[in-house]
T-cell receptor, first 113, second 116 residues
Framework: KQEVTQIPAALSVPEGENLVLNCSFT??????LQWFRQDPGKGLTSLLL?????REQTSGRLNASLDKSSGRSTLYIAASQPGDSATYLC????????????FGQGTTLQVKP | DTAVSQTPKYLVTQMGNDKSIKCEQN?????MYWYKQDSKKFLKIMFS???????INETVPNRFSPKSPDKAHLNLHINSLELGDSAVYFC???????????????FGSGTQLSVL
């Protein structure tokens, strides 16, 4: 059974810091992995999607890496800003074409001005 | 323009009632989903439709019935609401079906359902 864990559950950093959010999954047989952002009272926004054959994806100040063999992904946020404050969730797609998305519980990030 | 819109945003109702949540996407996507986020913030898929055809039906009580009149709409009807149904329900869409390169998800803003 695939389980997705995100540590830490909450993180508070001063503005301008570079930071790393961690995501681990128990079954390395995944199709892809996505990172989402959830703002309070709002839906999720897909940030980055990494296919199982890829090692990383970049979008602006965000960089997501994937290490299937160790069951880990990281989301690197450079030069954090208060506007980055949100909950960040990772989710893995199982390898079968009918596989569902398994979400982690999220890391709630607060970037202080 | 909102890409994935769902209504209502808040829904407060009594146990035993029947209610519906509507979802529409204007992205031209082929696949739509319903997710449930419980009090512990875990998101779990409930249903997935591709071109109006049901392709995922997770272990969801029969009281939950999705309806897709066309590929731009996926409504969720819930019969005989129970206290445990209280959660935030998210609609989502993607260009392709799950497991494809175009499965990037676009979410609605959620419907917070409170069953009293």
């Amino acid at each position: 059974k695939q389980e997705v864990t995100q540590i830490p559950a909450a993180l508070s950093v001063p503005e301008g810091e570079n930071l790393v959010l961690n995501c681990s999954f128990t079954d390395s047989a995944i199709y892809n992995l996505q990172w989402f952002r959830q703002d309070p009272g709002k839906g999720l926004t897909s940030l980055l999607l990494i296919q199982s054959s890829q090692r990383e994806q970049t979008s602006g100040r965000l960089n997501a890496s994937l290490d299937k063999s160790s069951g880990r992904s990281t989301l690197y946020i450079a030069a954090s800003q208060p506007g980055d404050s949100a909950t960040y969730l990772c989710a893995v797609r199982r390898s079968s074409n009918t596989g569902k998305l398994i979400f982690g519980q999220g890391t709630t990030l607060q970037v202080k001005p | 323009d909102t890409a994935v819109s769902q209504t209502p945003k808040y829904l407060v109702t009594q146990m035993g009632n029947d209610k519906s949540i509507k979802c529409e996407q204007n992205l031209g996507h082929d696949t739509m989903y319903w997710y449930k986020q419980d009090s512990k913030k875990f998101l779990k898929i409930m249903f997935s439709y591709n071109n109006k055809e049901l392709i995922i039906n997770e272990t969801v009580p029969n009281r939950f019935s999705p309806k897709s009149p066309d590929k731009a709409h996926l409504n969720l009807h819930i019969n005989s609401l129970e206290l445990g149904d209280s959660a935030v329900y998210f609609c989502a869409s993607s260009q392709g079906a799950m497991g494809t390169a175009n499965e990037k998800l676009f979410f609605g803003s959620g419907t917070q359902l409170s069953v009293l």
